[in-house]
């Protein structure tokens, strides 16, 4: 071999530790952004389905408030129209027999 053959052999291999580790730092940088990127993604997914799920199950719950209320009002009308239908009864009632004395 010749003296520059032997030179650079001597030399890249003299470097290449340093190349080495290099490459197994790049590596563990990208395996760590990969793994968060991965979480960060099925995170936004779970959250997302969640958040779905939470506001369905807010809406539901609202309708049927609404729906309850809607049938308190209109039990609450019944009842007042009963009332008022009987006291008018009564008052008539009362009104006669006074009529007839």
């Known amino acids: 071999m010749s003296q520059e053959k032997i030179d650079a052999y001597k030399k890249e291999k003299s470097e290449r530790k340093e190349r080495i ?5 790049r590596n563990k940088i990208i395996k760590i952004t990969s793994i968060v990127a991965c979480v960060a993604i099925v995170a936004t997914i779970a959250g997302s389905i969640i958040w779905n799920r939470v506001n369905a199950t807010n809406a539901a719950a609202e309708t049927a408030a609404a729906t309850e209320a809607t049938t308190e009002v209109t ?4 009842v007042a129209e009963d009332s008022t239908t009987e006291a008018a009864a009564t008052e008539t009632e009362e009104t006669t027999e006074t009529a007839a004395n």
């Open 21 to 25: 580790a290099k490459q197994k730092k």
């Open 75 to 78: 039990e609450d009308t019944t």
